[in-house]
């Protein structure tokens, strides 16, 4: 008897061990595959995963060679890649640090599993958040961060490191280096041309991505030969296909200091008028051979653009924010309602002209990116649903859907040069992923319907992400 025992126990103990290393966190059964690359569909699909790594993939009835801790049967479901948003702030002052922190979980609630987030004033933080999100013990998107903006003395954003010289552009990017932010952002408030290039030239030597606003005294061309990455926004690409583009430029510069300085808005008329299809065409072509992102930004500027025609006072979104950020929306809530009508007659043919070019710029090869711009201070621009409406609004301009998801979900990871990790669920790649009631190849406003999310390993279904909301709800 005692033998039989030792030979019982000897087995459970094997039996426990052989199953706890084969087996898999979590099994996706019967998911149609959204392959964004290919803009296919794969159906009968099982997805193996272990934690924030996908194992295995293979065919459904191949089930019983796959044991798991949890399974998950997307029977009829679309699960695809986590989507990304590649422009977003944290910022509003060390009064709104719990403010900013809750808007975590809201990314998550609508599929965004990792976002860029492109400077602010709270940046001790951010980077405490990217930490506690990378482990779990905070429910929220990954984390790229830009920490504080560089920017002239002066500049109109909080937390801004000041720049005129190559000692400070040294400076502030060993300052950068030490906090360990994932790029560089410039913004163009009041930064000198010369400083502005001088971050571009210093920063590649350092190996740093660099991307963001653009002076008007500089032309596109000059900083990306020096090896900027991006371009937030098209203001600076749309400058850049004007035929004048060269003696405008020669007028900003000139009026730079005098008291009749030209700015951004006061020149995109001018520019407007001597729109070149053929210069832009060249353009593009010149910006995808130097591997340049663009992030187009359309969302932000149609909801800016409405605001004055537009009633947000019954916003679904809105109960999930802060009534600290909420406040925050009145500057450019007063400045778009000083707007002239016909000011606004000409920021719509504007936006028509620039939103045109996102799918000859896409064509041309250049990588598009997707990114919302949500965050305190940018009006009506909530996070998560602003990424769905900048995805959308990229099918507007004229992607297909399969090339709009890829602006969100491959191409913010080539920004980052981590496409080998994500972008696809294929075995080695990070588990990242959202599940879709419906098919988003055959309707981009699929992806307003998740079903359930993955997140760093953790699966939030329906329920969870809606209790996830209801935490944040005010
Ligand atoms: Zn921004």
Same mark, same amino acid.
């Not at 504080?148 to 000041?162: R, T």
């Not at 932000?300 to 537009?310: D, H, Q």
């Not at 947000?312 to 979104?317: A, C, P």
């Not at 098919?439 to 760093?456: K, Q, Y």
């Given at each position: ?113 990792t ?49 005129t ?35 571009v ?35 600076y ?6 035929s ?42 010149f ?12 969302y ?11 009633d ?6 809105a ?25 606004t ?6 936006? $028509? @002209?620039?939103? /045109?070019?996102v ?5 041309? #090869? !250049?990588?598009?990116?997707? %990114? *919302?711009?949500?965050?305190a ?26 090339? $709009? @998801?890829?602006? /969100? ?7 980052? #040069? !981590?496409?080998?990790?994500? %972008? *696809? ?50």
């Open positions: 008897m005692k033998r039989i025992a030792l030979v019982t126990l000897t087995l459970s103990l094997f039996h426990t061990g052989f199953t706890q290393s084969n087996k898999y966190t979590l099994v996706i059964t019967n998911a149609n595959v959204v392959d964004v690359a290919a803009g296919k569909i794969i159906p009968h699909q099982l997805l193996a995963i272990s934690g924030e790594t996908v194992k295995a993939v293979d065919d459904t009835k191949a089930i019983a060679k796959y044991k798991a801790e949890k399974y998950y049967d997307a029977a009829g479901k679309y699960v695809m890649p986590g989507l990304w948003d590649m422009h977003i702030h944290l910022r509003g002052g060390d009064t709104t640090i719990e403010a900013n922190k809750a808007l975590l979980p809201l990314f998550l609630a609508y599929g965004v599993t976002v860029r987030e492109c400077g602010g004033d709270i940046t001790p933080s951010v980077l405490e958040w990217r930490k506690q999100t990378a482990s779990g013990e905070l429910a929220g998107p990954r984390i790229f961060t830009a920490g504080p903006k560089l920017d002239g003395p002066n500049a109109v954003w909080a937390g801004s490191i000041p720049v010289n190559p000692a400070q552009v040294t400076n502030a990017l060993d300052s950068l280096q030490k906090l360990h932010v994932d790029f560089v952002k410039i913004y163009d408030s009041k930064i000198s041309g010369d400083a502005y290039l001088e971050i030239r210093q920063a590649k030597q350092r190996g740093m991505k660099v991307t963001g606003h653009m002076p008007f005294t500089v032309e596109l061309k000059e900083a990306a030969s020096l090896g900027m990455d991006g371009s937030e926004h098209l203001y690409i749309f400058k850049a296909c004007s004048k583009e060269d003696s405008i430029t020669q007028v900003i510069r000139e009026r730079e200091h005098s008291d009749r300085p030209i700015g951004l808005f006061g020149a995109l008329p001018a520019l407007y008028n001597s729109f070149d299809s053929a210069k832009a065409a060249q353009l593009f072509k910006l995808a051979a130097k591997h340049f992102n663009i992030t187009p930004t359309l932000i500027s149609k909801t800016l653009a409405s605001i004055k025609t537009t947000h006072t019954r916003d679904s979104l109960k999930y924010i802060d009534p600290t950020i909420i406040a925050t929306y009145q500057g450019r809530i007063r400045s778009a309602r000083r707007q002239s009508d016909e000011g007659r000409f920021t719509e043919k504007y936006e $028509a @002209l620039v939103m /045109s070019l799918p000859k710029m896409y064509a041309a #090869g !250049v990588n598009i990116v997707a %990114g *919302s711009d949500c965050g201070f940018n009006s009506y621009v909530y996070p998560g649903e602003s990424i769905h409406g900048e995805i959308k609004l990229m099918v507007t301009a004229g992607l297909t859907p399969a090339q $709009a @998801l890829k602006t /969100s979900v491959i191409n913010g990871s080539k920004f980052f #040069g !981590v496409e080998s990790q994500f %972008g *696809s669920l294929k075995p080695g790649k990070c588990s990242d992923l959202i599940v879709l009631d419906q098919n988003p190849l055959e309707n981009i406003a699929a992806i307003d319907n998740l079903n359930a999310v993955l997140s760093h390993g953790k699966l939030y279904s329906r329920a969870d992400l809606d209790a996830l909301l209801a935490s944040i709800r005010h």
